[in-house]
């Protein structure tokens, strides 16, 4: 295990984690809500560090991230640990696992990650499956080493990071999409124990402090945060303080974790929540976990409205969009990381 960053030594040999909003006091021999961060002997040591338990070759579609490297494909890991607790998480044996965490996983250096990347002619590394946050400085030591040969490093995240360690960490990814899973701070706290403030303050430091291509994601949970005035009130908000060019997911709840009785978000829900954010001047809207919705998937041009990415699952074809962004109709650049 390595030390990990962020955090003080308290009395009695505990100490606090500043990592996230969370700021565990964590006695000798204890860990944190996350997991992934454990006091030993008076030390903070980072316990995944360097033990992915998956790795995989996902489209970059899938994060997702429409905007960044279209139609690629990103060597993806994650660890073990979350710093939330998502009621409706789909990978809750990742998130919450029992156990030692340390003993997980093969162990693989940030080099040898990149050097997989690099031997597989992928352009981008992701940090992905578990939350990110969790593995910080494991995340980050790979974006070096991703930086060093030339490739690129993206991270999917909730955001829940604090003042201490937000900017270090996105001035080092590439590109991030990030969970605001409501716009209701009693949402985050009932059903995620967390709070919305710090998310919000996330993402605006990514938008103005950091160089981090930045989408949004919002799983759109029936009877939990679905409502027309939520929607609105979210889509208003991205809008104005993240910029009309920033890409916007709503992706489809199905039924998982301790929300098995709640139903499916029909299409309906979906195709209506893009129309608000539209309307709230949002250019580049998508759904998600759902069939049946192309127009939805596709990206236009935000001058001319020409049909410049065609999607289909998770994978995407140029249509009238040359590989450095420029539409072929108008010759508007649109916003994202091309080829």
């Given at each position: 295990m390595?030390?990990?960053?962020?955090?003080?030594?308290?009395?009695?040999?505990?100490?606090?984690?500043?990592?996230?909003?969370?700021?565990?006091?964590?006695?000798?021999?204890?860990?944190?809500?996350?997991?992934?961060?454990?006091?030993?002997g008076g030390t903070l040591h980072a316990a995944t560090w360097g033990r992915p338990v998956a790795m995989q070759v996902d489209?970059?579609?899938?994060?997702?991230?429409?905007?960044?490297?279209?139609?690629?494909d990103i060597l993806s890991l994650g660890t073990l640990g979350c710093n939330l607790a998502c009621r409706f998480c789909q990978n809750w044996s990742l998130s919450h696992p029992e156990g030692d965490v340390a003993a997980a996983g093969e162990e693989i250096s940030p080099e040898q990650v990149a050097h997989l990347a690099a031997e597989r002619g992928l352009p981008a590394v992701a940090a992905t499956y578990n939350e990110p946050?969790?593995?910080?400085?494991?995340?980050?030591?790979?974006?070096?080493?991703?930086?060093a040969r030339g490739l690129r490093m993206a991270a999917v995240?909730?955001?829940?990071?604090?003042?201490?360690?937000?900017?270090?960490?996105?001035?080092?990814?590439?590109?991030?999409?990030?969970?605001?899973?409501?716009f209701r701070d009693e949402f985050y706290v009932q059903q995620c124990g967390a709070r919305l403030a710090p998310v919000l303050e996330t993402l605006e430091a990514i938008r103005t402090e950091t160089d981090c291509w930045l989408e949004v994601t919002t799983l759109l949970i029936p009877g939990l945060n679905d409502s027309e005035a939520e929607t609105d009130e979210l889509t208003a908000w991205v809008a104005e303080h993240l910029g009309e060019d920033t890409p916007l997911h709503f992706?489809?709840?199905?039924?998982?974790?301790?929300?098995?009785e709640r139903?499916?978000?029909?299409?309906?829900?979906?195709?209506?929540?893009?129309?608000?954010?539209?309307?709230?001047?949002?250019?580049?809207?998508?759904?998600?976990?759902?069939?049946?919705?192309?127009?939805?998937?596709?990206?236009?041009?935000?001058?001319?409205?020409?049909?410049?990415?065609?999607?289909?699952?998770?994978?995407?074809?140029?249509?009238?969009?040359?590989?450095?962004?420029?539409?072929?109709?108008?010759?508007?650049?649109?916003?994202?990381?091309?080829?």
């Amino acid at each position: 295990m390595k030390t990990a960053r962020y955090w003080k030594p308290l009395d009695g040999g505990a100490v606090r984690c500043d990592l996230c909003p969370h700021r565990c006091r964590i006695p000798d021999g204890g860990g944190g809500l996350c997991r992934g961060r454990v006091n030993r002997g008076g030390t903070l040591h980072a316990a995944t560090w360097g033990r992915p338990v998956a790795m995989q070759v996902d489209p970059i579609e899938k994060k997702p991230l429409n905007h960044f490297l279209p139609g690629t494909d990103i060597l993806s890991l994650g660890t073990l640990g979350c710093n939330l607790a998502c009621r409706f998480c789909q990978n809750w044996s990742l998130s919450h696992p029992e156990g030692d965490v340390a003993a997980a996983g093969e162990e693989i250096s940030p080099e040898q990650v990149a050097h997989l990347a690099a031997e597989r002619g992928l352009p981008a590394v992701a940090a992905t499956y578990n939350e990110p946050a969790v593995w910080a400085e494991y995340a980050m030591e790979i974006a070096d080493a991703c930086h060093a040969r030339g490739l690129r490093m993206a991270a999917v995240t909730s955001g829940y990071f604090t003042p201490d360690s937000r900017l270090d960490f996105f001035r080092k990814m590439d590109a991030a999409n990030v969970d605001l899973k409501s716009f209701r701070d009693e949402f985050y706290v009932q059903q995620c124990g967390a709070r919305l403030a710090p998310v919000l303050e996330t993402l605006e430091a990514i938008r103005t402090e950091t160089d981090c291509w930045l989408e949004v994601t919002t799983l759109l949970i029936p009877g939990l945060n679905d409502s027309e005035a939520e929607t609105d009130e979210l889509t208003a908000w991205v809008a104005e303080h993240l910029g009309e060019d920033t890409p916007l997911h709503f992706s489809a709840f199905h039924p998982d974790g301790e929300l098995r009785e709640r139903p499916a978000t029909p299409p309906a829900t979906l195709r209506r929540a893009r129309e608000l954010a539209k309307e709230n001047g949002l250019r580049h809207v998508y759904v998600g976990n759902v069939r049946g919705e192309e127009d939805a998937t596709a990206t236009f041009c935000p001058d001319c409205g020409a049909r410049l990415i065609d999607r289909e699952g998770f994978r995407s074809r140029l249509v009238k969009m040359d590989p450095d962004g420029r539409c072929r109709v108008c010759g508007k650049t649109c916003a994202g990381v091309w080829q």
